[in-house]
């Protein structure tokens, strides 16, 4: 019940219509990978489904913050991100010809 109420205020903060607030959604993913690998692992589609949307947002803060949360989460997820690599990598490439420097840093 707990992990259930997590993933659904992780996926409001996610799909949240101001900006912060997704930030905020992208900074509870890396938190919750941090303590619960597994509990992300196991919903790994779902979050994907509102975290690749992060990933190509509109507002240049929030996807600069979920491409330098996801560079952190790779290591922590490893194989868990398999059923969404595909996905992931051309959120990625979409990001590459940014003229924003800190996200093509990211």
Known sequence: VEETKL???????????????RIEGVSLLLDL????????????VQIFDYF???ICDYNKK???RA????ALMITMLRGG??????????AVTSNLN???VGIYAA
């Open 7 to 21: 993933l659904l205020k992780l996926y409001d903060l996610l799909k949240a219509k101001e900006f912060q607030t």
């Open 33 to 44: 990978c941090k303590r619960s690998p597994r509990l992300i692992s196991n919903n790994i």
């Open 52 to 54: 690749i949307q992060r």
């Open 62 to 64: 929030v996807k600069q």
């Open 67 to 70: 491409l330098e949360v996801l």
């Open 81 to 90: 991100l398999n059923p969404v690599l595909i996905r992931l990598v051309e």
């Open 98 to 100: 940014s003229k924003h």
